[in-house]
Every structure is written in C-alpha cells, then in structure tokens.
C-alpha cells in the first residue's frame, strides 16, 4: 500500500516493483555474466542487480529517449561514473525491434512490456537475445488493475478496453509457446493512494498506463477522472502486479534433435 502525496518522486512504483523483483533473485544459484535490461527505470533495476552481480556487464534498451537520460543520469551521480570502464551500452528502439542474437545470460525487464502492442512477438524477441538456460525475469501489469477507475467511467457511459493487460496464466501460456520453459507467475494487488489528480496523471505517464487503454472518448475520459478527483470521489487506485520468470528453451535447427547418453548401470 502506496500513499502518493506529491511529485516528488516519478520512479516511486518502479522502484518498488524491482526490489520485489530483485528479492526473487535470492533463489537464483547461478552468477550473470551480462545482463541485458529492456525497460530503463532511472537505474533503479541496474543499481539492485549491480549489487547482487557486481562484475556483471549490463546492456539498456528503451524506446523513449527521456526514460534512457533518466537512467543516464542516475549513474552519473552514482559510484558507476567514478569506476573506470564501467559503462552501460544504450539503444532506443522498440520492444519489438531484433536483440542481438545470444548475447546475454539474464534478460531483465521492469515494467517495460506495457509498450508493446503484440506481447508473443516480444517474448520471441527475449528467448532469441537469451543464450540458452539463460534467465528471464520481468513484471508487468495485470488484467485487475485500474478496474475501478473503468468501472466508475463505465457508469458515466464512457467505455475502455485494456487490450495490453492480461492475466497471468495467459503470460504464462505465451512465454511457453514462445521460447521458454518452467515460467513461474505470481501477482500482487498494489493499492495506491492519491491526494491529487496531478500526482496520478505523473503515474499513469510514467507507467505507460493511461496510453495502453482505448477508449471511445480519450478527452471524455481524462476529464471525467479529473472531475472524480475533484469531487473526492476517486483517492484510490488499484493495481495488479504481475511477476514473472523463465528459463531460454534449448532452440535446435530444423530438423535435428538433441541425443542423450547414459552411463550404462553396473549389472
């Protein structure tokens, strides 16, 4: 439970959700050598898995520029700027766009999946960029959050669908069929409390939330959640949070598959 006051703090959320993340990893036996991040969050991820791994490599991808200066920014204030060949590559492009083939041991992916329009088309993306046995672990929002807030503009007859959050089981069905093996899901509800209209709208801009949804009157919309703001008819807002991790399958060519030897038991 959240209570959001002012606008202090943008990356409030996605801190929280990757030291979740993060604590997940204590299960973890083997050591990343390089650690590919999709989704920049002011160094928030780098900084806790940095830590953990501290002779790992990291690679960041983001499309938005803003969020990439952000994280940019984090580690210049930070010890990274003071360590001699400690830097981190940076790439914007879309979630979709090809990863290098096979270059990394752990994909890490914070609350960035929300950008994408076809999320099998991304997991591909994953399990390519993966060596094999490599880790994925990723959050992403599911298909409980914001329920209230669309019921509440449902009933002044303004519609929305939420084509871009989903249940887990289904995420779970997607990264098997997409280049992975043993998914675990999990969610939690994060409840988070809101004392302006300002603070939440900062949110939904930062956690790509507000733009996933589609609705038949976006102005209507936006204006109805200011006036339930207003009115204090709307404080809080509802979450859910979806985490996730895998294991790269072991991809063969076409054609071959993979021959096992066993010792042969004595007697």
Request: with cysteine.
């Amino acid at each position: 439970h959240i209570h959001i006051m002012t606008l202090s703090d943008r990356w409030l959320i996605h801190r929280h959700i990757a030291r979740q993340t993060d604590e997940r990893l204590a299960i973890v036996t083997r050591t990343p050598q390089h650690i590919l991040l999709v989704g920049a969050d002011a160094d928030e991820s780098r900084s806790l898995l940095a830590a953990r791994y501290p002779k790992a490599a990291f690679s960041e991808y983001d499309p938005r520029a803003d969020f990439l200066q952000a994280a940019a920014a984090g580690r210049k204030s930070g010890l990274l700027a003071k360590l001699a060949g400690k830097t981190v590559a940076q790439h914007q492009q879309a979630l979709e766009a090809p990863l290098p083939q096979a270059c990394c041991d752990m994909l890490w992916a914070n609350l960035s999946l929300i950008l994408a329009e076809e999320p099998t088309q991304v997991f591909d993306n994953w399990a390519n960029t993966l060596q094999t046995d490599g880790l994925l672990f990723f959050t992403h929002f599911g298909i409980d959050s914001l329920q209230d807030l669309r019921r509440l503009l449902a009933e002044q007859g303004i519609r929305s669908e939420a084509p871009r959050l989903f249940d887990m089981h289904d995420l779970g069905d997607m990264l098997f069929h997409h280049g992975f093996y043993d998914p675990v899901m999990d969610t939690a509800k994060l409840e988070l409390d809101y004392r302006s209209a300002e603070a939440f709208w900062q949110d939904m801009e930062t956690l790509g939330l507000w733009a996933s949804l589609r609705f038949d009157d976006e102005a209507a919309a936006r204006q109805a959640v200011n006036t339930l703001f207003a009115e204090q008819r709307l404080n809080r807002i509802v979450l859910e949070t979806v985490f996730g991790h895998a294991v790269k399958k072991l991809q063969l060519p076409e054609g071959e598959s993979q021959v096992q030897f066993f010792a042969k038991r004595p007697g």
